[in-house]
């Protein structure tokens, strides 16, 4: 049982690049988000998904896409990265309520990315 | 005003030491707390989950919510340097929808 894994680890991109960042989980969870982290600001939603095929904005949302084709993955888009994207990267996943862990969170082991 | 308040730090104990850390709030439909541990170049792993206000111990580990105060804590018994990390407080009121403070940054002397 991996959890939530994420890929890639660490990239570096220079400012207009693409690429996207691809988050699974194993835990047959409805629910998946996508975070960024920054010193100082905490964790800021960016996209989340609350089932297979649906998507919607977080805090954060501008700059970005997302889409869920497959209920265990969550992709995260840049089309023209920028300097200010410069962050590290969270994917999370929970489960509605109603299982033993409801309403809490489990998270991957993050994406840097810097943005040049 | 944010949501969630966490005070950054950083906190500095020796070994052995008991912490506290907090969190306030200020929505009061919030029912669901929990208390993240992250290590350095980490993702944040659930340390403690709490349902409405009480209190939770886990080991060296006791989580207490006060509902009436919007004030939730962290403590840590015997602390060990393995516990130096940032500690995330987060909330929900339902829907899956989760608000996190800041961090803690705690530092365990040997």
């Known amino acids: 049982n991996a959890g939530v894994t994420q890929t890639p680890k660490f990239r570096v991109l220079k400012t207009g690049q693409s690429m996207t960042l691809l988050c699974a989980q194993d835990m047959n969870h409805e629910y998946m988000y996508w975070y960024r982290q920054d010193p100082g600001m905490g964790l800021r939603l960016i996209h989340y998904s609350v089932g297979e095929g649906t998507t919607a904005k977080g805090e954060v949302p501008d700059g970005y896409n997302v889409s869920r084709l497959k209920k265990q993955n969550f992709l995260l888009g840049l089309e023209s990265a920028a300097p200010s994207q410069t962050s590290v990267y969270f994917c999370?996943?929970?489960?509605?309520?109603?299982?033993?862990?409801?309403?809490?969170?489990?998270f991957g082991p993050g994406t840097r990315l810097l943005v040049l | 005003q944010k949501e969630v308040e966490q005070d950054p730090g950083p906190l500095s104990v020796p070994e052995g030491a008991i912490v506290s850390l907090n969190c306030t709030y200020s929505n009061s439909a919030f029912q669901y707390f929990m208390w993240y541990r992250q290590y350095s170049r980490k993702g944040p792993e659930l340390l403690m989950y709490?349902?409405?206000?009480g209190n939770k111990e886990d080991g060296r580990f006791t989580a207490q919510v006060d509902k009436s105060s919007k004030y939730i804590s962290l403590f840590i018994r015997d602390s060990q340097p393995s516990d130096s990390a940032t500690y995330l407080c987060a909330m929900s009121a339902g829907f899956n929808k989760f608000y996190f403070g800041s961090g803690t940054k705690l530092n365990v002397k040997p």
């Open positions: 709490t349902y409405s206000s």
């Open positions: 999370a996943s929970s489960s509605p309520t109603g299982t033993k862990y409801q309403e809490t969170q489990y």
